[in-house]
């Protein structure tokens, strides 16, 4: 024993250092790897957040100060530039961080600005709200419910990109289990087996 120590105890210390190096380098590209992780989460989220301005802006539009005009049309048209400027910019850079996740986010950009643009179009050709219960805008007048299946692919891409390899998506209910036959009655007395209910034996 003490001739094993004096033969490989000038390498414990080696061998203890590329452990040593080893774990540390592991928890290192793990750090990284959360790091990116969040900064997708972010980045998703973020473009999900600017179609969800650019639809409501078309609830803006009518609510609009009456007593402001010329101001409420520059303050708007700011405020939808800047929508605008941080969908281009959420297109480019989803596209080249995830090109799935980018074809879904393309598709919920087109079908917002197709819906809710028109909903623009149609409160600027509109009075601006007159009194507090003009305010409740109901689907009859400005509808985006046209937007639901684009959003929820959307949110399904992210989904499918952020899950770890290797792990299925789990079910949202459980298959049921079968059934048990019933049990054989056991015959009767004299032999004969009774009768099925409504039939014959």
């Excluded at 959360?34 to 409501?56: D, G, T, V």
């Excluded at 917002?112 to 003009?134: E, L, Y």
């Amino acid at each position: 024993m003490t001739d094993a120590i004096k033969v490989f105890g000038p390498y414990a210390a080696v061998f203890a250092a590329l452990v040593t190096g080893l774990v540390l380098g592991v928890q290192a590209r793990i750090g990284r790897r959360a790091q990116l992780q969040e900064r997708k989460q972010e980045l998703f989220a973020s473009a999900y957040e600017a179609s969800i301005q650019y639809a409501e802006m078309a609830y803006a539009v009518r609510r609009r100060r009456a007593d402001a005009a010329a101001e409420e049309r520059v303050r708007l048209s700011e405020q939808l530039r800047e929508i605008q400027s941080r969908l281009t910019w959420h297109e480019a850079w989803v596209r080249f961080e995830a090109p799935e996740v980018g074809a879904a986010y393309d598709e919920l950009v087109a079908r917002t600005r197709t819906v809710a643009g028109q909903s623009m179009k149609d409160a600027w050709h509109s009075p601006p709200v007159a009194d507090d219960p003009a305010m409740v805008i109901p689907t009859s007048v400005v509808d985006l419910r046209a937007l639901a299946d684009v959003r929820e692919r959307y949110m399904a891409a992210v989904e499918a990109h952020l899950r770890p390899r290797g792990r299925a998506r789990r079910p949202l209910l459980r298959p049921r289990r079968a059934m048990p036959p019933p049990p054989v009655p056991a015959p009767l007395a004299g032999g004969t087996a009774p009768c099925a209910p409504g039939g014959s034996p």
